[in-house]
């Protein structure tokens, strides 16, 4: 697992005054790489290393994260795209492929919905559910296509344990019960260290955003080329990305046997399967 890397480290400040930390490596086509949730920019460091040769990769430190600002508002995922978007004006006219690890899917439905796609030139979705509380009217393959795998009470449970007396204990246990026992432990815990960096009330309140969120009406009105990757062992089941994959026009899907760090834990065939998505969009 790659802990360093080669890319130059940028910053720019948002509409609303914060200042975000971003890494760039390489050049040609964009590339953007959106973490998943209390994940920092440097978690792509292998995707930065690997495909830099090809591409102009970009990765994002999110507000909270990484070597980004901590400030004490704008956890939403609404307000996280509209970050994006702010990057983007920053670094110019910018016609990308937008790559996004767990929450960074939700984080780009929210892009697509409130900005449209004229800057997205396709999309590679990594290992998220497209809504993840239960509604009762669903059925059970319903909830495993979506990955609804919580209750509404369930879900701000786990968010005030998150900000409770032993909230960093429980940040621990969620992130490590991603991996496998097969995974390396020191892996495991310089992905928790990157973790505890953010603020547990911002990881909280993010965590929330992200849960109570629910794009299965935006994903047939996606209009750009789309990969959609999955862990075959992954806790959203293997149900979500291939049912994702089937209602957004044209998409692919590519199922690697990992859990749910796809990038991490099998970081050279993930790598393969997006440039060769990449390859085959410059055709």
């Known amino acids: ?21 971003y890494l760039e490596q390489g050049s040609g086509p964009a590339l953007v790489l959106l973490p998943g949730w209390t994940q920092p920019a440097v978690g792509f460091a292998a995707q930065l290393e690997a495909l830099s040769g090809e591409f102009r990769c970009l990765a994002l430190d999110y507000r909270g994260h990484g070597e980004s600002e901590r400030p004490d508002h704008g956890y939403r995922v609404s307000r996280l795209a509209k970050d994006c978007l702010d990057w983007f004006e920053h670094l110019g006219p910018t016609d990308a492929v937008l790559l996004g690890h767990s929450a960074g899917c939700t984080v780009i439905w929210s892009f697509i919905e409130l900005f449209g796609q004229d800057r997205v030139r396709g999309l590679v979705l990594c290992d998220e559910m497209v809504a993840m509380i239960q509604r009762s009217e669903w059925s059970d393959q319903e909830c495993r296509n979506y990955g609804a795998m919580l209750t509404a009470g369930e879900a701000q449970g786990m968010a005030s344990e998150l900000v409770g007396e032993h909230g960093e204990d429980v940040l ?16 495991v815990e310089r992905v928790m260290e990157g973790s505890l960096r953010v603020p547990l009330p911002a990881a ?6 992200v849960m109570h969120m629910d794009f299965r009406d935006l994903l047939p009105r996606i209009e750009r080329p789309t990969l959609c990757i999955g862990g075959k062992r992954s806790h959203l089941g293997p149900d979500v990305m291939p049912w994702i994959a089937a209602q957004i026009p044209g998409a692919e899907v590519a199922m690697l046997d990992t859990r749910h760090f796809v990038h ?9 399967v997006v440039r060769g998505f990449m390859e085959a969009m410059a055709q």
């Open 1 to 21: 697992m790659h802990t360093s890397t080669n890319a130059n480290s940028h910053h720019f400040t948002t509409s609303d005054g914060v200042k975000l930390h």
């Open 172 to 187: 621990r246990e969620f992130i490590s019960g991603a991996f496998g026992p097969e995974f390396p432990q020191a892996n």
């Open 204 to 209: 909280a309140m993010m965590m929330l955003s």
């Open 264 to 272: 991490l834990e099998a970081p050279d065939e993930f790598n393969a």
